[in-house]
């Protein structure tokens, strides 16, 4: 599992560095001869690199490098930005070592002074770090929108110029680099989208900052890789379809048979015991061709029973309500009996989320074990907050309104975030656009309602991990097709992979 840190957090892993006895200069020095050794390591072309710094401490990396290179028979040309009463005091340490080194120092004053990039080989981006917080203007922006037209391969310190350290969104404009070379843990705003498509290739390098053991935890974010699929309990050999679980899917409606398949489906493929469909009579026959693995549990519009609904209710380890299930009248009731009778850890995405939505006398921190699974727009609903903001503060407002709600928010994006109140947070990184198609949704809620069957007692575990195993089922079906031709059913032919 990785660690992710914000802004605020990486300054405080610095200070404590430095209150441990590692001089800033030496830390500053580590980076550097990271970031030289990374462009070395990809046999780039060093006879021309040129590095562009800023006032700060990033610029300071940047100055150091240049040494760094000099000291090793490059000639490197430095393109110094801003105003020099405004250097950060480990910038003018570099710039005063660096100066008795042959390197070609430039002070950058003004547009036509960018043409000294023209030759460059090799770009180093050391203009802004983790610190920037406002949009990029003046010669600095004009910086920026030269060197991404330039063509030679570009390297970061530490965060493409530009790129929000947090949220990944561009302020402004930002550098779009080749390789970024990180340090200690990776940020937020590497992985996020717009972020990531500027980071390029990311590299975590250690340096000698730990990450501190008392950080608030909204500080610090975590990130699933597969090593962390462990936690997930081995299959009795002696166990029997009981031993698995049992789920219920509330799923499907007159016109959606399609989300009760796929949800169901999934869930089977995660290791569940036996699965039970609770759907509209029209949809007996396909659901019988499509799931033969599935108890049926049909229901008439005409005539709903709610003693059905409880006695399955009461047959199930975990259930799933949602995937299809429509919003009208019957939906409604469905919706109402599960909210006033339920006890079991269970999983509600797609309408259940509308309804709530659209009923928020619904609203009521439940007293099972529950995970919700909304995608950006059901998420924008239901919190009455808009995709906009959604987009630009995804981890802070999903991490509040775990608190606030008392259920593990699975917030699905191109980057999707997992949130248990008061506890963890975590950013899923797999995953690619051929997710982004119909029935995705259903497959990762049947996904989250299998995990959950095998940790009933760990949801937060359940839905880190099965927004993990969606993501990496589309990577792997988009190397079997392609991105664009993926459709959700080919995502359950993977899922056995990760079970």
């Given amino acids: 599992m990785r660690v992710f840190l914000d802004a605020a957090a990486c300054k405080q892993a610095d200070e404590e560095a430095m209150q441990r006895g590692i001089p800033s200069p030496v830390l500053m020095e580590r980076a550097a001869y990271s970031v030289v050794e990374e462009i070395r390591k990809r046999e780039f072309d060093l006879s021309c690199p040129v590095v562009l710094c800023g006032t700060g401490n990033n610029g300071g990396d940047g100055a150091a490098a240049a040494r760094i290179l000099s000291e090793m028979g490059y000639r490197p040309r430095v393109l110094l930005f801003g105003d020099p009463e405004k250097y950060s005091d480990q910038m003018k340490l570099q710039l005063h070592i660096l100066s008795s080194c042959p390197a070609e120092v430039i002070r950058c004053s003004k547009e036509e002074d960018l043409k000294a990039c023209d030759s460059a080989t090799v770009l180093i981006d050391a203009l802004f770090g983790i610190g920037l917080h406002r949009d990029l203007t003046g010669l600095f922006a004009e910086a920026v929108r030269y060197v991404n037209h330039l063509d030679c391969p570009v390297i970061a310190v530490d965060i493409p110029s530009g790129v929000n350290t947090d949220t990944g969104v561009v302020c402004g404009a930002a550098i779009k680099a080749s390789l970024t070379v990180t340090f200690t843990c990776g940020k937020p705003g590497l992985f996020l989208f717009p972020g990531t498509v500027y980071a390029g290739e990311v590299v975590i390098r250690e340096i000698g900052i730990r990450i501190p053991e008392n950080l608030d935890r909204r ?11 462990c936690v997930l309990p081995e299959r009795d050999e002696s166990g029997n379809k009981g031993t698995f679980r049992k789920v219920l899917c509330i799923t499907g409606s007159p016109d959606i048979c399609g989300a ?33 693995e599935a108890l049926l549990s049909v229901y008439s519009e005409k005539q709903w029973e709610e003693d ?44 259940a989320l509308n309804l709530l939505a659209e009923h928020r006398e619904l609203m009521r921190q439940p007293d099972f074990p529950c995970i919700i699974t909304p995608h950006i727009g059901e998420l924008s609903r239901l919190l009455e907050v808009s995709v906009q903001d959604l987009k630009e503060n995804l981890i802070s407002i999903v991490s509040r309104s775990a608190d606030e709600s008392g259920v593990v928010f699975l917030a699905k994006d191109a980057r999707s975030v997992v949130a248990e109140p008061n506890g963890r947070v975590y950013l899923t990184t797999s995953g690619n656009s051929a997710l982004a ?3 995705s949704g259903d497959v990762l809620a049947g996904i989250t309602a299998g995990l959950l069957a095998r940790v009933p007692e760990h949801p937060l575990a359940a839905a880190a991990l099965s927004a993990f195993i969606h993501g990496r089922c589309g990577t792997l079906a988009a190397e079997d097709r392609s991105e664009a031709s993926v459709n959700a059913a080919d995502l359950l032919d993977y899922i056995q992979r990760f079970s």
């Fill in 260 to 292: 009760a398949f796929l949800s169901a489906k999934a869930a089977l493929r995660t290791g569940v015991g036996m699965v039970k469909i609770y759907t509209s009579e029209n949809n007996r026959i396909p659901l019988n061709t499509l799931v033969p």
């Fill in 219 to 229: 500080r610090k974010l975590y990130n699933v890789e597969e090593s962390d699929l």
């Fill in 437 to 439: 198609t119909a029935g």
């Fill in 308 to 351: 059905q609904l409880l006695r399955d209710m009461d047959w199930a380890d975990i259930i799933l309500v949602g995937c299809g299930l429509g919003t009208g009248k019957t939906a409604l009731k469905i919706l109402k009996t599960f909210l006033d009778h339920n006890h079991k850890p269970a999983v509600m995405d797609a309408d």
